[in-house]
C-alpha cells in the first residue's frame, strides 16, 4: 500500500474467478490478499499489461513496472478464518460504490461503528469522519492514502430495531444479542474495538440528512456510509463489553461535552447537597475530587514516601512481583507496560508513515497493581478472579513499613468509600 506492486521482480497473476475454499487459477496456495486493480486508471496513465496465455500471468509495462497504490480499487483479506472477507481499503472510485447503493425502503435503522478508546473523545465532538485517524496496524502506516482514496465510513448492520446491551435482554435472547458482542474479526480490525457507536438512520432521515449506504460486495454484515456522519444522529456510544465481564466492573462512556471541570466533593458540607453533588459527579462525569475526609496528611505524607522508595528498590525485586499469566493484574509493570498509544501521530505524520515502529511511544510510568480491598469476594467468573487476587509486595525486610502502612491507608479509604455510599 505504500509502494504499489512491483510488478518489474515479479509476475502478477491477474484473475477474473474466486473458488470457494480461497484459491485462485494459478497458484498452488489459496492467496491471502486479493488486491483489485482499475485497469482503466492505470491504463491512463501509460501502464501497460502483457498476457501470458501459457502462463496465466500478466506481466507490466510503463511506470517503471510498478503499479501504483493509487491504481487499487480494494483490498480484501482473504486469511482463512471468520476474518476472511474484510475489506482492509476500498477506493471511492470503485464502480461497485455507486452499483450497490441500499435503496431507502430496505436500510437498516440502525448501523454500528467499532472504534478503539483513543477515537472516541473525537467521535463524539466532530462525528464519524473517514480515515480520521486509522489506528489497525494494517491501516496506520498508509493514512495519507486513504485519507485521499476513502470517503466512507465502515459500519456493520445493526438491524431494524435499537440495538440493547447484552444484560438489558432476556435471558432467551442472549444468545442471538452480538451487537455489543463485536470481535476484531466482525469489526475488520487487528484487535478487539473497545467502544461501540450506535448511528440511527432513522432519525437522520427526520433531520433531513440524507445519509448514502453503500452494501459492501464482500461481506453482507458490512455496509459503507459515504462522507461523514454527524454526532447529532449518533445515539448511543457504548463500551464493547465481553461477555465475561461482571456487572460491578461494567460503566458506561462518558460524553466530554456534558461536563466543563471535575467536581470537588467537600464532605464538611451539608448532608443533603452533598448527595445531590455525588450523584453528579457519579452518573455524569465519572470522576471527583474529594476534601474535607479526615484521613490525615501524615499518613498520606508517609505512604507517598514509601511509594517513592518502592520504585527506587533494586531491578531484581521489582522483576519478582511483576505481571504474570498467573497474576495478570495485580503486581509490578515497567515503562511500557502499559501503552495507551501505539504511536505517536504527529511524529509518525511526519515520518509520512513510514517509520512507526521506531516513532512508537512507550509510556514512561511505572507502577504496582494493588488490590485495594483485599476482604472483598468477588463474583463472575475469570475476570472477577483475577481482579480478587492478593497484593504482590515486597517483604518487610525489602523495604519495611510498606505493608502496614498500605494496610492503614486502605482501611481509611475503605471507610471513607462506605462513608460516602
Known amino acids: 500500500m505504500e509502494q504499489g506492486l512491483k510488478a518489474a521482480k515479479s509476475e502478477i497473476f491477474m484473475i477474473d474467478e474466486v473458488r470457494a475454499d480461497g484459491r485462485v487459477p494459478g497458484l498452488k496456495e489459496a492467496p491471502e490478499i486479493l488486491i483489485f486493480i482499475d485497469e482503466v486508471k492505470a491504463r491512463s496513465e501509460n501502464m501497460e499489461f502483457d498476457y501470458d496465455a501459457k502462463e496465466g500471468t500478466w506481466k507490466t509495462?510503463?511506470?517503471?513496472?510498478?503499479?501504483?497504490?493509487?491504481?487499487?480499487?480494494?483490498?480484501?483479506?482473504?486469511r482463512a478464518g471468520p476474518g476472511r472477507g474484510n475489506v482492509l481499503f476500498q477506493s471511492k472510485e470503485?464502480?461497485?460504490?455507486q452499483a450497490n447503493k441500499v435503496p431507502k425502503v430496505v436500510r437498516p435503522k440502525f448501523l454500528l461503528h467499532a472504534t478503539f478508546w483513543e477515537n472516541v473523545d473525537g467521535i463524539l465532538r466532530e462525528g464519524l469522519v473517514p480515515a480520521k485517524n486509522p489506528l489497525s496496524s494494517t491501516r496506520r502506516p498508509f493514512k495519507n492514502l486513504l485519507q485521499g482514496a476513502?470517503?466512507?465510513?465502515?459500519?456493520?448492520?445493526?438491524?431494524?430495531?435499537?440495538?440493547?446491551?447484552?444484560?438489558?435482554?432476556?435471558?432467551?435472547?442472549?444468545?442471538?444479542?452480538?451487537?455489543?458482542?463485536?470481535?476484531?474479526?466482525?469489526?475488520?480490525?487487528?484487535r478487539r474495538p473497545d467502544a461501540i457507536f450506535v448511528i440511527d438512520t432513522k432519525k437522520a432521515a427526520d433531520l433531513g440528512i440524507d445519509l448514502e449506504l453503500v452494501q459492501s460486495s464482500d461481506r453482507e454484515d458490512n455496509i459503507y456510509v459515504r462522507g461523514s456522519v454527524p454526532a447529532k444522529i449518533l445515539s448511543a456510544c457504548e463500551p464493547n463489553i465481553p461477555t465475561n465481564l461482571p456487572d460491578a466492573l461494567k460503566a458506561k462512556i462518558v460524553d466530554p461535552k456534558s461536563f466543563e471541570d471535575v467536581p470537588i466533593i467537600d464532605l464538611c458540607r451539608d448532608e443533603a447537597?452533598?448527595?445531590?453533588?455525588?450523584?453528579?459527579?457519579?452518573?455524569?462525569?465519572?470522576?471527583?475530587?474529594?476534601?474535607?475526609?479526615?484521613?490525615?496528611?501524615?499518613?498520606?505524607?508517609?505512604?507517598?514516601?514509601?511509594?517513592?522508595?518502592?520504585?527506587?528498590?533494586?531491578?531484581?525485586?521489582?522483576?519478582?512481583l511483576k505481571l504474570s499469566d498467573e497474576s495478570p493484574v495485580r503486581g509490578w509493570f515497567g515503562r511500557g507496560g502499559e501503552d495507551l498509544d501505539q504511536v505517536l501521530e504527529k511524529q509518525v505524520d511526519e515520518a509520512d508513515g513510514k517509520d512507526t515502529i521506531k516513532k512508537a511511544r512507550k509510556d514512561l510510568k511505572e507502577a504496582l497493581d494493588c488490590n485495594g480491598v483485599p476482604f472483598s469476594r468477588p463474583v463472575g467468573g475469570y475476570i472477577a478472579e483475577i481482579f480478587a487476587q492478593p497484593s504482590q509486595l515486597p517483604t518487610e525486610a525489602e523495604l519495611g513499613g510498606f505493608r502496614a502502612v498500605l494496610d492503614e491507608y486502605v482501611c481509611c479509604l475503605s471507610y471513607l468509600c462506605m462513608l460516602m455510599w
Not at 293 to 319: T, W
Request: charged letters at 30%; proline letters at 5%.
Open 61 to 78: 509495462r510503463g511506470i517503471d513496472g510498478v503499479i501504483r497504490p493509487w491504481f487499487f480499487q480494494k483490498v480484501v483479506d482473504q
Open 94 to 97: 470503485d464502480p461497485l460504490m
Open 150 to 190: 476513502e470517503s466512507h465510513v465502515y459500519t456493520l448492520r445493526g438491524g431494524q430495531s435499537a440495538p440493547r446491551l447484552v444484560e438489558e435482554q432476556e435471558p432467551a435472547a442472549q444468545a442471538q444479542a452480538s451487537n455489543f458482542e463485536i470481535d476484531k474479526d466482525r469489526a475488520g480490525l487487528d
Open 273 to 320: 447537597a452533598l448527595v445531590d453533588e455525588i450523584r453528579y459527579a457519579c452518573e455524569v462525569v465519572g470522576f471527583m475530587q474529594v476534601t474535607g475526609h479526615g484521613i490525615s496528611e501524615q499518613l498520606q505524607q508517609k505512604h507517598m514516601d514509601l511509594q517513592k522508595k518502592f520504585f527506587e528498590l533494586p531491578q531484581a525485586v521489582k522483576d519478582r
